[in-house]
């Protein structure tokens, strides 16, 4: 079972971004999917989670507005769409999937990680 995330990279404040995960090796097409990110010297936190049926999705107080999650299940893979970036934005972004059909906002609740993609916001 592999999750792959990619899509980050350099990008100047008010810019945006799409992360993708693509998950192979089984499919999670009705199991919650979750995003979280880790900056340099900090604890990874929670950024978005979709349940299994994507008809709900969840965000960090201060992701709501500026980004969206979604997932198209016949691609077997889960996006962040991440607009108005702020320098503060800057970590490794993990994507996740639970083995549960919610959605989830603590990282005990998910079994599976992906290696995680650099964002760099710069001022």
């Known amino acids: 079972v592999q999750l792959q995330a990619c899509g980050g990279g350099l990008v100047q404040a008010g810019g945006s971004l799409r992360l993708s995960c693509a998950a192979s090796?089984?499919?999670?097409?009705?199991?919650?999917m979750g995003w979280f990110r880790q900056a340099p010297g900090k604890e990874r936190e929670f950024v978005a989670a979709i349940d299994g049926s994507g008809t709900t999705t969840y965000y960090a107080d201060s992701e709501k507005g500026r980004f969206t999650i979604s997932r198209d299940k016949t691609r077997n893979t889960v996006y962040l769409q991440m607009n108005s970036l702020k320098p503060e934005d800057t970590a490794v972004y993990y994507c996740?999937?639970?083995?549960?059909?919610?959605?989830?906002?603590?990282?005990?609740?998910?079994?599976?990680w992906g290696q995680g993609t650099l964002v760099t916001v710069s001022s």
């Open positions: 090796g089984r499919t999670f097409s009705n199991y919650g």
């Open positions: 996740a999937a639970a083995s549960g059909r919610h959605y989830y906002t603590q990282t005990r609740e998910y079994v599976y």
